[in-house]
């Protein structure tokens, strides 16, 4: 199934371009301003994007076609388990990343040299912290994209991208900002791991953080986390966007 968004990665939603940011590692006297790969747009037209028609999807008898109608589901403790991972669902995954995008303030303290994010990224995301095609029986060694036997990514103004005979990779970057409160900034991003020539598809929103400032990136996926009530700042109502700054 095409994406209606973006057809080079099906299902995704849409990558949001801008030049690289400047340069900072905060420091914890002063506000870190969040730095947005991409205008506000989509934050402007939240309501439209949440309310709009999205392909018909079946869950637990139920058809749904759009964001509202999926949280009805959620809030009533629909299984989702068997929907969650198809790329038929991967047209509701911005239902899920708009609402947290929606949380992003000013952090005190920034982890991120936001000019060489992208390949930070590359080289020191533990990819073991959310699962992936790469597996659990890579060799214990190997759990970074710089650890394994890749092309050399392309790297682009929001993130980058890996391309293989087989598989198409790439991270496409939102924006850095405090998304959970703790006045740290974190990176919010889509995670992309598509086979080609297979049904493994992958096309989620993430959270990054350090686990120790200069150390490894470890991820958080956002649905999963929603839908089993774990993510401790997803918002009361999804439905709405109340902008911090």
């Known amino acids: 199934m095409e994406s209606r968004r ?4 099906v299902g995704i939603a849409p990558a949001l371009l801008l030049g690289a940011v400047s340069s900072s590692v905060a420091v914890a006297s002063e506000l870190q301003p969040i730095h947005w790969f991409g205008d506000t747009s989509r934050l402007v037209d939240f309501d439209a994007i949440m309310a709009e028609e999205r392909y018909a999807v079946d869950i637990d008898g139920v058809t749904i076609k759009s964001c509202a109608e999926l949280f009805a589901l959620v809030d009533e403790g629909a299984d989702l388990s068997l929907t969650y991972g198809t790329k038929s669902f991967s047209d509701y995954h911005e239902c899920f990343e708009l609402p947290v995008l929606c949380l992003a303030q000013s952090a005190h303290e920034s982890p991120w040299a936001a000019d060489r994010l992208a390949r930070d990224i590359f080289e020191r995301f533990d990819l073991g912290s959310i699962g992936s ?3 659990p029986r890579r060799p214990a060694d190997s759990y970074r994209y710089s650890d394994f036997d890749l092309p050399p990514p392309l790297f682009l103004n929001d993130g980058f ?3 293989t005979k087989d598989w198409f990779y790439a991270i496409h970057l939102v924006a850095i900002a405090d998304f959970d409160g703790d006045h740290v900034a974190d990176v919010l991003a889509w995670f992309i791991d598509h086979a080609k020539h ?13 686990e120790t400032m200069g150390g490894d990136i470890r991820g958080l ?3 999963p986390n929603v839908l089993d009530g774990t993510l401790s700042f997803w918002p009361d109502d999804p439905m709405t966007c109340n902008r911090a700054n």
């Open 221 to 223: 996926r956002i649905i």
């Open 6 to 9: 973006h057809p080079k990665t």
């Open 161 to 163: 991208e890996i391309e």
């Open 133 to 135: 095609s790469f597996g």
């Open 198 to 210: 297979a049904s493994y598809f992958d096309a989620s929103p993430v959270i990054l953080s350090h």
